[in-house]
């Protein structure tokens, strides 16, 4: 099921310039300024816009038609090109950072080019997704992006990856059907809140008897609601949906040929992937975030759209994170 209604391109520049002049408000409220500010900022806002430039209205489809696999390759040297910027500019380049983030770059490129023009589904596709979320997960995140203090290590890693994996499965492999746009349809308001309301009425209880969560609401800091909900939908929920739904439940539909397999098995991965959360293994972790995950994948497959998904997983991280306390 198609977006009934997109953003277009103006409404994404727009969004992005918010976005960046936000971002550059608060930085400069909290003293950030000089050259290591400009390179920083100059690589978030080259990142941020990858990231919702591919989800305007008609531009990946574009892309994919002018160019040929090829402008993966340019859109990964480009963002490669944007690291040597922060790096250069933050004094803080190294030939061991920079062959890390070419390795993260170019080694996924490399490795789906070998699968040439076959169906998503690959052995090489569910590497690379795999190999992209161990760098995410587990990757020096704070060795590569030391400034300030690794304080935007995860924010700039999350955005490399996404613009990793758009350059690779959009315009190398292609592969349709990812539902990688901002834009809302008939029904969808029904389908997320939907979908929310009724995970919230599993999780909430069953969280509880697992002392795993416990109602604490912080009060003092809803002030930083609004912030902080941006935040969490754009470098963790879209992102994290954009991995698990838009490519991996995809792919496995496709490879098992049943929409059921792909949806169940990326719910139980998806959960899988939250082991390490908060102690290892941390298996109350694990059943909340598969039953989450079959909850994100249901919206995903009625709207066709990972925004739709991201709101229910926005909408649930920051419930989770003014409302209850992990025990």
């Not at 996924?108 to 690959?122: C, F, I, N, Q, V």
């Not at 997320?192 to 009060?219: D, E, K, N």
């Not at 992937?273 to 995903?300: E, Q």
Request: include cysteine; charged fraction near 10%.
């Amino acid at each position: 099921m198609s977006a009934t209604r997109q953003l277009g391109v103006l409404p994404m520049l727009g969004l992005w310039a918010g976005l960046c002049l936000t971002g550059t408000f608060y930085a400069t409220w909290h003293g950030y300024g000089g050259r290591d500010f400009a390179a920083t900022l100059t690589a978030f806002a080259f990142f941020l816009l990858v990231m919702l430039l591919f989800a305007a209205r008609g531009v990946a489809d574009s892309l994919t038609a002018r160019f040929d696999p090829g402008g993966g390759i340019a859109l990964g040297a480009a963002a490669f090109l944007a690291y040597l910027i922060y790096g250069l500019g933050t004094n803080t380049f190294t030939l061991g950072r920079a062959g890390a983030v070419a390795c993260l770059v170019f080694v996924p490129m490399a490795l789906t080019a070998s699968a040439e023009r076959k169906p998503g589904g690959t052995w090489q596709d569910f590497l690379t997704l795999a190999g992209v979320w161990v760098a995410v997960k587990f990757g020096p995140s704070h060795w590569l992006w030391p400034y300030p203090s690794g304080r935007l290590a995860y924010v700039f890693t999350v955005l490399l990856a996404v613009n990793v994996a758009l350059a690779v499965f959009v315009l190398l492999r292609r592969l349709d059907g990812i539902g990688y746009s901002i834009g809302w349809g008939r029904h969808w308001g029904l389908f997320t809140l939907g979908s929310f309301a009724v995970f919230g009425c599993v999780a909430i209880p069953l969280g509880t008897s697992m002392r795993f969560i416990s109602f604490a609401p912080q009060w003092h800091a809803w002030s930083s609601l609004l912030f902080t909900a941006l935040g969490i939908f754009f470098f963790t929920a879209w992102p994290e949906e954009f991995l698990f739904r838009g490519l991996l439940q995809n792919m496995l539909a496709r490879s098992s040929r049943s929409d059921l397999a792909g949806w169940w098995t990326a719910s139980v991965l998806f959960g899988f992937s939250h082991i390490t959360n908060l102690g290892f293994p941390n298996w109350r972790y694990v059943i909340l975030a598969s039953i989450a995950g079959i909850f994100y994948g249901w919206t995903w497959r009625k709207t066709g759209s990972i925004f739709a998904s991201a709101i229910v997983h926005a909408l649930v991280d920051v419930t989770w994170h003014f409302l209850f306390r992990t025990e």
